[in-house]
């Protein structure tokens, strides 16, 4: 057990004061639920619902050579974004393996904000350092700069719209603006984790708790409420969205997660992985690897991550992420399984849980889609 306390959020005596269940997360102590997970999903599907993310690491790099050095370090044509534009990548390690996977916007000429995950943000930040020796560019942490705030689902923009000058209409997916929202200067990005349309707004700390009220208020006659991590996990499940330390990790490239498209070979110049990650382009074309599939449950019993995926008595697979789904009512995973298993439809295939095979049916991912 580590003896050092949990960092806590701007926004954490807020959360207490709404009887949030607390949890430890990568180190934070965040929100799991304030009252039904199955209702903050449903609020998220149906109208929406509010997060902090505030656990989320915000990496600054910026300097005449902020591009390449972006380029260099990370698997994405970063040069390519442009100004206002984000785009979803990854930093891998020499072998090809994940480090973590990635949001970066740029929202200036030389000046790009890299978005980590919790549980890796030093990794990244430590990686960046490194590889931006002999660039004439600078990477800042900036994790105390920021609180970060998530309003998704159908209803989302009508609430922030009601707070906000900022021409949300002609604000695409993965991209971002800056603005004022309820009087605090932040970016808005339409970006998301939940399958959802929906915005996450990045404020000074000493603007969370103000930001908050006023999206709770707005969003009080669409039926908005606070939502915690349990149900963001939920939510991202049914999207198919993988989740680092789940779909993805240091063991594997991101040809073996079935993301072998955010690899940019044709960008100028070398970059980390670019040699492991050509072989492992050319080894998934000619003997592919498992692939991620979805799986439904025919019974009730719930798959975790680490169960075995069976057929015909052997082992073909594993779970790497599995929950009850609200939307479809029954019992859903995320697995990675072998190439003769992967077919939408193929029979025969069951989780073992616990000694008892249950059988699930595996689907395409992801599991839901909103209606545009």
């Keep these: 057990m580590s003896s ?3 960092r806590r959020t701007a926004l954490d005596a807020l959360h207490r004061s709404l009887g949030a269940t607390m949890t430890d997360f990568a180190g934070w102590d965040m929100p799991l639920r304030y009252g039904s997970e199955r209702d903050e999903h449903n609020a998220v599907r149906t109208r929406a619902g ?4 505030s656990h989320m690491g915000e990496i600054t790099v910026t300097g005449p050579q902020a591009a390449e050095l972006l380029n260099f370090a990370l698997v994405g044509n970063i040069a390519s974004v442009g100004v206002g534009r984000a785009r ?3 930093i891998c390690q020499a072998d090809g393996g994940i480090l973590d996977d990635l949001i970066v916007y740029r929202l200036a000429e030389t000046e790009y904000l890299v978005v980590a995950n919790a549980s890796n943000a030093q990794v990244v930040l430590d990686a960046l350092t490194e590889r931006a020796a002999g ?3 600078e990477v800042r942490d900036d994790r105390d700069a920021y609180a970060l705030i998530a309003v998704q689902g159908p209803q989302a923009q009508g609430v922030l719209a009601s707070l906000t000058d900022a021409d949300l209409d002609g604000l695409k997916y993965y991209a971002g603006l800056p603005g004022t929202v309820a009087g605090a ?4 990005a339409r970006t998301g984790y939940t ?3 929906g915005f996450e707004l990045f404020v000074a700390p000493e603007h969370a708790v103000e930001l908050w009220q006023a999206l709770t208020k707005a969003g009080e006659g669409v039926g908005l409420v606070p939502c915690g991590l349990s149900c963001r996990d939920t939510l991202r499940l049914e999207a198919g969205m993988p989740l680092y330390g789940h779909e993805l990790s240091r063991e594997l490239t991101p040809f073996d997660a079935g993301l072998g498209r955010v690899v940019k070979f044709e960008k100028e110049g070398d970059f980390v992985g670019r040699e492991a990650l050509a072989e492992a382009a050319t080894r998934a074309a000619e003997n592919p690897p498992r692939v991620l599939v979805g799986l439904v449950a025919e019974g009730r019993r719930v798959p975790r991550a680490g169960y075995p995926v069976v057929a015909g008595g052997e082992v073909i697979g ?3 992420s599995g929950a009850p789904s609200p939307t479809l009512g029954r019992p859903i995973a995320m697995a990675y399984v072998d190439p003769a298993h992967a077919t939408p439809g193929t029979k025969g295939v069951g989780v073992d849980i616990r000694g008892s095979h249950e059988p699930y049916e595996v689907v395409a991912l992801p599991f839901y889609k ?3």
């Design 135 to 137: 660039f004439d560019a």
């Design 4 to 6: 050092t306390e949990p």
């Design 88 to 90: 979803y990548t990854m």
């Design 370 to 372: 909103r209606q545009k």
């Design 50 to 53: 509010l997060f902090d993310l």
């Design 185 to 188: 200067p932040a970016l808005i």
């Design 318 to 320: 594993e779970v790497t």
């Design 195 to 197: 399958g959802e349309d």
